[in-house]
């Protein structure tokens, strides 16, 4: 069996196409897939923690699916994958922002959706991947970076991020004590720097000194150069 098997992803949109070719996609690859048409079902759907993963549309007849991940991040962590029709910026910056993990726009390719899910999954599951001591990241160290299994530990703790947070983290990690400044961590982390907006950054950067400092609070390793950039001290 591969690690996602009998996975269960749940794939909300109101376009019965997408739905079915999606979800065939998934159950081909080896993932069991449930679907609804309603943000506000989807939220019901997810109270019970049964699901690994959501697809989730943007615009849905009821609840705008912003909507639906702002209140699904109240009670649940799962990951999050956005489907919209519109390939906006603002739209884009605003999904990750509000803890999405990735952001597909249609038309897409599903084998390229799936593809997106497994890499999701690798980063978010450490059982994947046991590159670091059997699975267990040393508790002396300040940091470890699997860079098979695609994340990152924090005093001995895997790091729960998203594609973009451990991508920037690692990026930091690399260069320790060296001042990168927004636009080379955008050419860097982000693919299409040229079109994102440098807000982004500050924005990610919050989210993962609310992830380390929950991990240990009064270890305040990521640095802000003011009018320079960031830093990460590892020492």
Not at 79 to 99: C, H, N, Q
Request: glycine share 8%.
């Amino acid at each position: 069996m591969n690690y996602h098997d009998a996975m269960k992803i749940l794939i909300v949109d109101d376009e019965p196409a997408i739905s079915e070719t999606l979800a065939y996609a998934l159950r081909a690859d080896g993932f069991t897939a449930d679907s609804c048409t309603l943000g506000s079902a989807a939220l019901s759907m997810l109270q019970d923690g049964a699901h690994d993963l959501v697809v989730l549309d943007v615009g849905l007849p009821d609840l705008n699916g912003f909507d639906v991940c702002r209140q699904l991040r109240r009670f649940s962590d799962i990951p999050v994958l956005f489907l919209t029709a519109r390939a906006d910026e603002v739209d884009r910056i605003v999904g990750l922002e509000l803890g999405g993990d990735d952001y597909v726009a249609k038309p897409f390719s599903p084998r390229e959706v799936v593809s997106r899910i497994r890499a999701i999954l690798r980063r978010l599951r450490p059982e994947a991947k046991t590159g670091i001591s059997d699975g267990r990241p040393e508790k002396s160290a300040r940091f470890a970076v699997d860079r098979d299994g695609l994340r990152i530990a924090f005093h001995g703790q895997w790091l729960s991020l998203t594609r973009y947070e451990y991508l920037l983290l690692a990026l930091l990690l690399e260069r320790p004590g060296r001042i990168l400044n927004r636009a080379q961590i955008m050419e860097s982390v982000w693919q299409d720097s040229g079109e994102s907006f440098e807000r982004t950054v500050d924005t990610h950067i919050k989210t993962l000194r609310g992830k380390l400092r929950a991990v240990h609070a009064a270890d305040d390793c990521i640095q802000t150069h003011r009018g320079l950039g960031y830093s990460v001290t590892t020492g």
